[in-house]
């Protein structure tokens, strides 16, 4: 009788940890799409509408021509006390945080506490927020603006068609949302990942776990146009080293809501800062583009301005207020990174475009893999169960 329970027992468990991962589609890679037997870049929702003509056969993006307002410090990844103490983060009570980033001088601030969405209080706007995952390789995503917490991971290592998926499901949930602490992990995402995956908006290039540059390039070289975000995902206010370290620069109306918030970092109006102190040695520098050149201009001088394309540093400038670069005629982004003492901002890409789309999807399910797929997991359950049945008679 006790052995046979044991037995059961081993079977649920066996089925609750392979369940999501029978359930995932399979999926195929699409090509990018060709112009003139050219690769190009597809972008992201919205972003046709404002581009700048090249030539006659080429536009740029610049997200920031569209950004209004004044620019705000913001940190959507910070844990507090939840889950009766269970989870890291249960130094930080409400008031210690909302004391320490009011004195770093943040404008918007949310809790990210995993699997749940909770409020901050304090005067704050409120964003519904929640960091999804509880899967061993701490592949998490941010769900920001969440209308629902969705339950469903996969706690063993994940495969690419599982992460995919994961995505897939969060984003009719949230209004923005973003692959967290790539590098982080082991590793959350690989830059082969960030290659194929699609579906998100942000990606937290800057976290006081890790940097993650290096996964966002991957991203942006192989079409998938999305922008840069940091954020100190705070687990202890009281230590330096990870309150006002990464940072979000975001463009928003003196009085602004949370729709406004949503927009912004869905259009790409961020600039992604590591920095101390929440410290902002350049202010905000401004990113502008003149005919073919990609224009870098800042309050103070800053100690370099690197132009990066394809992962790879184009063009470098030292100890100057302004950079500028003319656009090289192959690229299909431009991203500009501004080194000042001990502060790094990475600003958004521009983006070259022969013609847009809503969307790019690298990853596309095929169905009739999956059917054959789900079946063969169907029949080893059926197999399982009815071993357990021969095994109680």
Wanted: glycine letters at 6%.
């Amino acid at each position: 009788m006790i052995r046979n329970i044991g037995k059961i027992l081993s079977a649920l468990i066996v089925f609750a940890l392979t369940f999501p991962y029978a359930a995932a589609p399979i999926y195929e890679i699409a090509p990018a799409p060709l112009v003139n037997g050219k690769t190009t870049t597809p972008t992201m929702r919205s972003v046709g509408a404002h581009m700048g003509m090249r030539g006659d056969t080429t536009s740029w993006y610049n997200p920031y021509t569209t950004a209004v307002g004044q620019w705000y410090k913001a940190n959507l990844h910070l844990h507090s006390h939840a889950w009766f103490g269970t989870t890291d983060g249960r130094t930080n009570s409400l008031g210690a945080i909302d004391s320490a980033y009011r004195a770093l001088g943040y404008g918007a601030l949310t809790l990210s506490n995993y699997q749940r969405i909770d409020s901050l209080g304090f005067g704050w706007h409120h964003i519904p927020c929640y960091e999804h995952g509880y899967n061993i390789q701490k592949t998490h995503q941010l769900v920001v603006g969440a209308r629902s917490v969705i339950w469903l991971d996969c706690i063993l290592p994940q495969t690419l068609f599982v992460k995919q998926w994961i995505l897939d499901i969060l984003r009719p949930t949230a209004e923005v949302l973003i692959a967290a602490h790539p590098a982080f992990g082991r590793p959350s995402y690989t830059p082969n990942d960030m290659a194929l995956l699609g579906g998100y908006d942000c990606i937290e290039i800057f976290n006081h776990y890790r940097t993650s540059l290096v996964h966002w390039d991957s991203a942006l070289t192989n079409g998938i146009v999305v922008w840069g975000v940091g954020n100190d995902d705070c687990h202890d206010v009281s230590s330096e080293g990870e309150t006002g370290v990464c940072l979000t620069l975001v463009a928003l109306p003196e009085s602004w809501k949370a729709k406004n918030l949503y927009h912004a970092y869905r259009n790409g109006h961020t600039i992604a800062v590591r920095t101390r102190k929440a410290l902002l040695p350049v202010g905000v520098p401004k990113q502008l583009l003149s005919n073919d050149t990609l224009v870098i201009l800042l309050e103070a001088a800053a100690d370099s301005v690197r132009f990066i394309s394809n992962g790879r540093v184009v063009s470098c400038s030292y100890s100057t207020t302004r950079a500028a670069l003319k656009l090289p005629r192959h690229a299909s982004y431009i991203r500009a990174e501004v080194f000042a003492r001990e502060t790094m901002y990475a600003l958004n890409p521009v983006v070259a475009q022969k013609h847009t789309s809503n969307d790019l999807r690298r990853l596309v399910e095929n169905l009739p893999l999956t059917l054959i797929y789900r079946l063969l997991w169907m029949l080893l359950y059926t197999h399982m169960f009815v071993y357990l049945r021969r095994k109680r008679s």
